[in-house]
Each structure stands twice: as C-alpha cells, then as structure tokens.
C-alpha cells in the first residue's frame, strides 16, 4: 500500500505550489478588472484596462517592453542559431564550447545587470580604457549604453543568458539533424552549405521559433534587468507595474493587476503559438 500511495504523496508539493499559484492567478485577474472588497471595490469594470491602453505614459510603457523583448529575442535567436551552426560543422571542439556556454547560464541575471554597469557605464571600464587610450578625452563622452532610451544595456544583458539558452535548446536537435540527413546529402553530392540551408536549419525552424517565444515571453515578464539597467522613462511593463503595485494610494492596486493581464495575455498568446509548434512537430515525426 505504502508503494502504491508513495507517487502521489509525493506530488503533493507540487499540487500545492499549482493551487497557490492558480488562486493568486485568479486573485490577479479579479483585481485587473477593479474587484477588491478589502479597498470598497466591488463592481466589476474594464476601467482599469481602457485607461493603461489610453495612457500615453503606459503605453510607450508597454511599447518599450514589447520592443525590449523582441529585439533581445531576435538578435538572441540569429546569434545563438549561428553559434550551433558553427559548433555543429567543428565536430571536434563541440565539447569546449559547450563548456564555454555554460558559464553565463549559470551567473543569475542581477550579477549580469553589474557587469554590465561596471563595464559598459560611462564610469566603466571601457569608458576609462577609452580615455585612457585618448579615443575619448573624457569617460562622459562615452556612449550612453546604460539608462539609455534605447535600452541597450538591458538588451546586453538579456543577450548573454539567453543566446547560451539558444544555443543548449537547438544544439541537440541540429547535431542529429546534421549526423543523419545532412551527412547523406553530403554522401550524395551537397555543400555543407547546400545541407545547412535546405535540410538542417529547415527543420530545426520550429524549434528555433520555440525557443524565440519562451525567451520573448521571458524577456517581457522580467523585472530586475530593466529596474538595474533601464531608462527613468519610458519604464518597462514589470517595472511600472511595480510601482504601481506599491502606491501609497491602495486603489492604484487595479492598474497593476491590468499591466499583469496585458503581460499575461501576451504570454498566453506565445504559449498557444508554443503548443502548436510543438503539436506540429510531434505530427510531423509520426509521419516519419
């Protein structure tokens, strides 16, 4: 007996953490549309969501975010797929990338956000070697790649935990791709190139495009980086929501939940596209 219950006493933790997690999702949701008795809110009113999609300050808000996400996902995505391309045809020395990737995998995303200020602010060290060196007279005319309104430093920082993410999510299935099919197209007569841009990296596109969402979904819902690195204006979704989450004026608590809906709505939208992707793969090697 003690076996047979043993399985599912052990799920009970996570059943726990599930249920948690779905009431404060429900809560969340509940409190978007201003339903919050303890404050004497308790009509139910798409108020909250019409004026963050009016508000000219949360909408650049959201457009910043969105551009934030999908830029670092991008350049993430192209790099780390180029990255896999170069380890896979250097078959010999795939072992000591592998090792060099997993270096920034494992440093967490605040300790990136320092490096990134400490090399790359106009106090950092590349300003000083700069100055130092007399391409720049002095460290303020160096660029400004941190609190910049283009978000470069967050955009360095999310490129280098997510580009060794790529790499470790489309590696596998490149190398196989490329040890099977793509050595038989060789056998017959193909370029390593010909194989790459007809075999390989076609049928590594849904995983390529699976990895793009889960960083992007990622890159969007994030805090900390853009909070370390991010402008004063216009703020990244997670940050404003933030501060509006601890206004002095408890009744601000709805536009944070509806910056979360707007956040969660996105994502959920990636996660469809996710599950198809997914599907259509499954498909597609039964057919195989």
Known sequence: MKK???PYMLLIPQILLLVIFVIGLINGITQSFGVIPTFGLEEPTLKYYK?????????????????IAFTSSMFSVVVGTLICVII???????????KLIEIPII???IVVAIFILNIFSKSGLMARVLASLGFISTQDQFLNLVYDKY????ILAYLWK???????????????????LGQAAVNLGASKYQTFKRITLPLCKNTILSGFLIIFVFSLGAYEIPQLLGPTLPKALPVL???????PNLQNRPYAMALNGIIIIISLIAAVIYYNLIKNNISSMKEE
């Open 4 to 6: 047979k219950y043993t």
């Open 51 to 67: 004026e963050v999609l009016s508000s000219p300050q949360m909408k650049s808000s959201i457009l910043f975010s969105l551009y």
């Open 88 to 98: 896979v045809i250097n078959k010999k020395t795939k072992w000591m990338y592998e």
């Open 107 to 109: 440093v967490p995303h």
């Open 151 to 154: 978000g470069i430093g967050i």
């Open 162 to 180: 997510e580009i060794p993410f790529i790499i470790y999510f489309v590696l596998a299935i490149m190398s196989n791709i490329n040890d099977s």
């Open 241 to 247: 929501s933030y501060i509006q989450y601890i206004h």
